[in-house]
């Protein structure tokens, strides 16, 4: 998960930069890569000396490279407030970038109020859209809030029909409602999708074991185990089999 959102995070509207700023954002996001820390003092400077928006969206970046997810939300924030002050476009990019960090840093009331922001802007593609839907029900989730969690992961899953994450956060999200039978079959629209995700093996997994299919869910584990053994999700497969290995009981939610 980490590095997805290291991954939306980094996504630039880098062909939009002004001209006399493009050697300036280049040169600071190529820091993002190499040399983060250097990146976040390159990318103050910059700001301190008339970089403005783009600064502060580079040093959003180089503050997530960096796993510090509190100061990359305020700075993609402070990048969205000047380009709403600016009626610039980008604001809506700039809120959902704001939005992520927050939730990487678990404030989601912070982070469903950049992603409300984002929404309002009026200026996102459907399918960014519907994943703004998605992450927005993500924060609902958060904040104990599951019907308008169900909500807008029903709302974001009608316009990014064919995103996996968007079918596994559905299957978890009724899982936690103890709605199993959409459990099951979201989860198994995501693996229709995305059949070598460890992470969608893994709840599947799980909610094959919830549901009384041992055979199924060590089926399940040990193909999340064979695709990244290393991985987080197929640590947490192999410690269900562990747990469930001649034991009744049921293996640990997600």
């Not at 922001?117 to 960014?128: I, T, V």
């Not at 959409?182 to 999708?193: G, S, Y």
Request: charged share 25%; hydrophobic share 45%; aromatic share 6%.
């Amino acid at each position: 998960m980490i590095l997805s959102l290291l991954a939306l995070l980094a996504q630039a509207p880098a062909s939009d930069v002004a001209a006399g700023d493009e050697a300036n954002y280049r040169r600071c996001v190529a820091l993002v890569q190499s040399d983060p820390e250097r990146a976040v003092a390159s990318a103050e400077d910059w700001r301190l000396h008339g970089g403005g928006l783009f600064a502060r969206q580079c040093l959003g970046q180089a503050y997530a490279r960096l796993e510090r997810w509190q100061p990359a939300a305020v700075a993609f924030e402070q990048a969205a407030r000047e380009a709403e002050t600016e009626k610039d476009p980008r604001r809506a990019d700039f809120w959902v970038q704001a939005g992520n960090a927050w939730l990487a840093a678990n404030d989601g009331v912070k982070a469903r109020n950049a992603f409300d922001a984002a929404l309002a802007a009026g200026s996102l593609s459907e399918a960014l859209r519907g994943e703004v839907h998605l992450d927005r029900g993500r924060a609902n989730v958060a904040l104990g809030d599951l019907a308008a969690a169900r909500h807008d992961v029903d709302r974001g899953l009608e316009l990014v029909p064919d995103d996996a994450f968007g079918w596994y956060l559905s299957s978890a999200l009724a899982l936690r409602q103890e709605e199993l039978p959409r459990a099951r079959n979201d989860i198994a629209r995501a693996i229709e999708l995305a059949p070598d995700d460890p992470d969608l093996l893994l709840l599947a997994g799980n909610i094959a074991g919830i549901s009384g299919e041992e055979e199924a869910a060590r089926g399940l584990y040990m193909r999340a185990i064979r695709l990244a053994p290393d991985s987080p999700a197929g640590k947490r497969a192999q410690a269900a089999l562990a747990a469930n290995s001649g034991e009744d009981g049921e293996p640990d939610q997600p």
